[in-house]
């Protein structure tokens, strides 16, 4: 899963042209410095966001939960799409499926960033602001066949957050910055940790195992991950230049980190945060093991590519540590079986609708566990509509 551009790559440095100095080493340190430090800021906040309920009218919305099945077939659909990636890219212009790739992530991007920025903003509406309340549904059929498709509650807070996004979306779309990219791979990387449930451990050792595999085998078993990487643009990586010391804002010699490496043992984290939750012990040490072995598999990623000046697949290290970290402690402090048997969605997700709002959560790791018990007090209302294929 790394090469250059991909989204799921691991991090790297773009191949420099004959005319580009070598970045100096100030560079290189505050490049990869800055990239790690933005992979744990969607994984930490997505984990807090993801064991709440919302505080809005939405709050009845449920993230989707990944089963053990869906688990097992991930890595299969995955390896289809980028072969079938790789054949449209042979086949057809790169400017026009890059266009339409364009098109379609500038409105996911909007969408991801409006939502993930919206509880921030709440904060800076004064209190007399004319907040407004929207909805938008959708329906199908009539009498008793009526059925919901789409039923969406927003107001006039969230249309303001919708507009403020979208400048960030026409910053992206016209100039492709790398400012710009980085907003939407942050807000993509924090919705996917926050909206992804793993129901159980075992399914999350499925995912991280699958994908392990599919990470090496087409980074460094055949040419169709680099082919499609140099190929595809769009905000699916975080990138950071080793030059900016240099050229200020307008840099372009990059070092990048994709966001499948965030988002795929970011959700394994936010797991361990909720079954810490589960144990009812007040502290949050799998949460914390599995935070510091992501540190510490990014920061071997980093160290391994610098030695070898070779793009490296960031799961090779990743998946080993945030498996391997808080296994250990289980089996230190005898509680594999527990870790192993703890049903997420049974205990805080009784219902699996797909989501289409995005939850928010405040305070501490340490509060958490009391503002549990409230939340599993929250109503909740199931939406009819058809699933979604991973």
């Known amino acids: 899963m790394a090469e250059a551009q991909n989204g799921s790559a691991g991090p790297q440095a773009v191949p420099a042209a004959s005319a580009r100095p070598p970045a100096t080493p100030e560079g290189i340190a505050l490049a990869y410095g800055s990239l790690v430090l933005m992979a744990l800021l969607p994984i930490f906040f997505g984990a807090l966001r993801s064991v709440s309920c919302a505080k809005s009218k939405n709050s009845s919305e449920m993230p989707e939960t990944i089963t053990s099945r869906d688990a097992a077939r991930f890595p299969i659909v995955a390896s289809c799409t980028l072969l079938g990636l790789y054949l449209f890219f042979k086949i057809f212009s790169q400017e026009y499926i890059n266009l339409l790739l364009s098109m379609y992530f500038f409105v996911l991007g909007i969408l991801a960033l409006s939502h993930t920025i919206s509880p921030m903003m709440n904060r800076f509406f004064p209190a007399n602001f004319p907040n407004k309340q929207y909805q938008l549904l959708f329906t199908q059929g009539s009498g008793e066949s009526k059925e919901e498709i789409v039923n969406y509650e927003f107001d006039t807070k969230d249309l303001v957050c919708l507009a403020l996004s979208s400048v960030v979306g026409v910053w992206y779309l016209l100039r492709k910055h790398w400012i710009a990219n980085n907003l939407f791979g942050l807000a993509f990387s924090l919705n996917g940790v926050e909206l992804l449930h793993l129901n159980n451990v075992s399914t999350g050792c499925i995912l991280l195992g699958g994908l392990f595999i599919y990470d090496v085998f087409w980074v460094f078993g055949t040419n169709v991950m680099v082919t499609v990487a140099k190929s595809f643009e769009a905000p699916i990586k975080l990138v950071f230049p080793q030059d900016l010391l240099e050229k200020g804002l307008e840099a372009d010699n990059f070092a990048m980190l994709g966001l499948g490496d965030i988002v795929i043992p970011g959700i ?123």
């Open 268 to 390: 394994f984290i936010a797991l361990l945060l909720r079954f810490d939750i589960s144990l009812k012990k007040n502290t949050h040490t799998y949460f914390y093991t599995s935070f510091v072995a992501y540190i510490f598999g990014l920061g071997l990623t980093i160290f391994i590519m610098h030695i070898f000046k070779h793009a490296q697949p960031a799961l090779l290290y990743l998946v080993p540590a945030c498996i391997g970290f808080p296994l250990l402690v289980a089996l230190a402090k005898g509680e594999v079986t527990e870790m192993f048997s703890y049903e997420s969605s049974a205990e805080i997700l009784p219902h699996t609708p797909r989501l289409t709002h995005f939850p928010t959560v405040s305070g501490s790791p340490a509060s958490l566990a009391d503002s549990m018990q409230q939340n599993l007090s929250c109503p909740r209302r199931r939406r009819q509509q058809s699933p979604s294929a991973m």
